[in-house]
């Protein structure tokens, strides 16, 4: 599993007056706030803003900077979801998901009738057709205000120039070290000839370089045709791999109309398909809006147990019932977000004894990956919550060659064949089959919800925990009255429905508590080291600017823009996020 060490900091947060002191307090500004996996990054889109771009021009040079700095998820090689929110209330989902090659099949990860995880994860098989470029820039032609070059720029110069290795990448680099070494063109970037990189060493790649030049120049052009299509093209046919020239110039964002759920009062708006993760938060938050999770308390066996079941039942639905839209029609969407089908499932728990999942069934008796997200409020109020990914750390692990990025492995996340679905959360369900131009299902759930004046862009990294990651934290947020920062501070635990079992973060529990879990008959795999990590950012009524980063990834910060300095005092911020508080005053 991966691991995340944190790093030992303090910086400065300014609170008004009228607020107590928190253990945990997020960084304040109020001329814009960036939330990111990765503190240059986060320096980049705060300099856009600075420079009076708004939310998308940031979250655009962000993007690209991520491609540089953090090359396990940041990609021009890879796909994701964009959510926006204009400070009017006018909101815009993209999809820019990787969809499969025309010479997909449903059948394609088999290998004489059986199934071969190496082809369906770790070959050039698993390659979708990249969306992060068409994404970005469509996103920009419709809401950006700054030149597009100038927002791809600081990724040439990061790239061209290099940048300063931290210690979490180094450590990174360090451990995928023998799978580069599998491809000489991906370990002759990724390593001083052989040998791991160190903190402090300058990481330059210079193909990326060109790539992101061509792509500042020509726009989608640059990358979707051209020299970069053709070396995507030729590494294909090297490779085995399935994506043509045909493929690339014929990748299409599909822009589409958010999903809108309620909560207690606030508005949830997320991604609707082929990402299940808005369908996925919103029938979650149905269930749970019954239980006063707030009297309850949080990490209590009533709180985990009645999670655990919903977020249970949700990935039954979505293992059953979502995939591609435009492949699949006709898409239970509005059943599967509606209070009344969130009440049929609410009457399938028992308060005092855990359901049992199976792959043989979906109804209920009463009985890594690596991915980043970042997030972007700009001062007047628009906020953009953008998640993208390579789908493993580093996608398949080989860059292109003359091109200098990472090839994603999105293909993984179709189901692996026709009806493999078994008890280990193999599924093998009809919806997100593989077939030629198909956008494979995602649990990415980049999400803004808003109330009274309140806004909270958020979002995670880390595969199917995504979901159940921003669950907890709205619910830290809206029934347990956390800060944002001790709202992704807190513990977390994780139910998928297969396998059927409830995952505990390191200390996430009580001993107690999870006696009372084993006594209702959930099965408990404790200690686990989460991967997922959230990035948020907030905005006040009063135009007050908050950002949180997870502090479970070393790089991980949140950068704001001028903050306020009226009505002020200085207390010592919370330890563990790197770089935000260089960012104050700014």
């Known amino acids: 599993?991966?691991?995340?060490?944190?790093?030992?900091?303090?910086?400065?947060?300014?609170?008004?007056?009228?607020?107590?002191?928190?253990?945990?307090?997020?960084?304040?500004?109020?001329?814009?706030?960036?939330?990111?996996?990765e503190l240059v990054a986060?320096?980049?889109?705060?300099?856009?803003?600075?420079?009076?771009?708004?939310?998308?021009?940031?979250?655009?040079?962000?993007?690209?900077?991520?491609?540089?700095?953090?090359?396990?998820?940041g990609n021009v090689g890879g796909g994701g979801f964009l959510v926006?929110?204009?400070?009017?209330?006018?909101?815009?989902?993209?999809?820019?998901?990787?969809?499969?090659?025309?010479?997909?099949?449903?059948?394609?990860?088999?290998?004489?009738?059986k199934y071969d995880p190496q082809a369906h994860h770790e070959s050039l098989l698993a390659v979708g057709v990249p969306g992060t470029v068409a994404g970005l820039h469509q996103a920009w032609s419709e809401r950006g205000t700054r030149p597009w070059?100038?927002?791809?720029e600081p990724a040439i110069r990061l790239a061209r120039d290099g940048f300063v290795i931290s210690d979490g990448l180094a450590r990174d680099l360090q451990d995928v070290l023998g799978e580069f070494s599998r491809h000489p063109p991906t370990l002759a970037v990724f390593s001083r000839e052989g040998a791991p990189y160190a903190a402090g060493d300058l990481l330059k790649q210079a193909d990326l370089a060109a790539t992101l030049t061509?792509?500042?120049?020509?726009?989608?052009?640059?990358?979707?045709?051209?020299?970069?299509?053709?070396?995507?093209?030729?590494?294909?046919?090297?490779?085995?791999?399935?994506?043509?020239?045909?493929?690339?110039?014929?990748?299409?964002?599909?822009?589409?109309?958010?999903?809108?759920?309620?909560?207690?009062?606030?508005?949830?708006?997320?991604?609707?398909?082929?990402?299940?993760?808005?369908?996925?938060l919103v029938q979650i938050l149905n269930i749970l809006e019954?239980?006063?999770?707030?009297?309850?308390?949080?990490?209590?066996a009533f709180t985990v147990h009645h999670m655990a079941e919903a977020m249970r039942r949700a990935f039954a639905d979505r293992a059953l019932s979502l995939g591609d839209p435009d492949a699949n029609p006709d898409l239970p969407v509005a059943r599967l977000v509606s209070k009344d089908y969130a009440a049929e499932l609410r009457a399938t728990i028992l308060g005092n004894r855990a359901s049992v999942s199976s792959p043989d069934s979906f109804t209920w008796q009463r009985d890594s990956a690596e991915?980043?997200?970042?997030?972007?409020?700009?001062?007047?109020?628009?906020?953009?919550?953008?998640?993208?990914?390579?789908?493993?750390?580093?996608?398949?692990?080989?860059?292109?060659?003359?091109?200098?990025?990472?090839?994603?492995?999105?293909?993984?996340?179709?189901?692996?064949?026709?009806?493999?679905?078994?008890?280990?959360?193999?599924?093998?369900?009809?919806?997100?089959?593989?077939?030629?131009?198909?956008?494979?299902?995602?649990s990415m759930t980049p999400t803004i919800a808003t109330k009274d004046g309140t806004l909270v862009a958020l979002g995670a990294a880390g595969g199917r925990t995504i979901i159940n990651t921003v669950v907890q934290v709205l619910v830290n947020l809206i029934d347990h009255d956390m800060n944002l920062q001790e709202?992704?501070?807190?513990?977390?635990?994780?139910?998928?429905?297969?396998?059927?079992?409830?995952?505990?973060?390191?200390?996430?529990?009580?001993?107690?508590?999870?006696?009372?879990?084993?006594?209702?008959?959930?099965?408990?795999?404790?200690?686990?080291?989460?991967?997922?990590?959230?990035?948020?950012?907030?905005?006040?009524?009063?135009?007050?600017?908050?950002?949180?980063?997870?502090?479970?990834?070393?790089?991980?910060?949140?950068?704001?823009?001028?903050?306020?300095?009226?009505?002020?005092?200085?207390?010592?911020g919370p330890a563990g996020t790197r770089g935000a508080g260089s960012a104050l005053g700014r």
């Open 487 to 572: 709202a992704i501070d807190a513990p977390r635990f994780h139910h998928q429905w297969l396998p059927d079992r409830i995952l505990v973060e390191t200390h996430g529990l009580s001993p107690d508590t999870l006696a009372l879990l084993a006594a209702r008959g959930h099965a408990l795999e404790l200690g686990w080291p989460w991967g997922s990590r959230l990035q948020a950012a907030q905005r006040r009524p009063d135009g007050t600017l908050l950002g949180a980063a997870d502090r479970r990834g070393s790089d991980s910060a949140a950068v704001g823009v001028a903050p306020p300095r009226r009505d002020s005092r200085t207390v010592a």
């Open 290 to 300: 019954a239980y006063d999770l707030s009297a309850s308390g949080f990490g209590s």
């Open 371 to 442: 991915t980043t997200h970042f997030s972007v409020i700009d001062a007047a109020g628009n906020a953009v919550a953008l998640t993208f990914t390579l789908e493993d750390s580093y996608g398949v692990k080989r860059i292109v060659p003359g091109a200098g990025f990472l090839l994603n492995n999105e293909m993984g996340d179709f189901n692996a064949g026709p009806g493999l679905t078994d008890a280990r959360g193999l599924i093998g369900t009809p919806p997100n089959l593989a077939a030629p131009g198909k956008r494979m299902v995602s």
């Open 84 to 113: 926006f929110r204009a400070a009017s209330g006018e909101t815009d989902a993209y999809d820019f998901r990787e969809r499969a090659p025309a010479a997909a099949t449903p059948t394609m990860f088999l290998r004489d009738g």
């Open 214 to 280: 061509r792509i500042a120049e020509q726009g989608p052009a640059g990358f979707y045709a051209g020299e970069t299509a053709r070396l995507i093209a030729e590494e294909m046919k090297r490779g085995g791999g399935l994506i043509t020239k045909a493929d690339l110039s014929g990748y299409r964002v599909a822009k589409r109309a958010p999903l809108r759920g309620s909560y207690r009062g606030w508005e949830i708006v997320s991604m609707p398909p082929p990402s299940s993760g808005g369908i996925a």
């Open 149 to 152: 070059p100038t927002l791809v």
């Open 1 to 37: 599993m991966k691991r995340w060490t944190p790093v030992l900091c303090l910086f400065a947060v300014t609170l008004r007056a009228d607020e107590p002191a928190r253990l945990a307090e997020p960084v304040r500004a109020s001329g814009g706030i960036v939330a990111t996996a």
């Open 42 to 73: 986060a320096r980049v889109g705060a300099d856009v803003l600075r420079a009076g771009g708004n939310a998308v021009d940031a979250a655009v040079a962000t993007a690209f900077a991520l491609a540089v700095t953090h090359p396990s998820a």
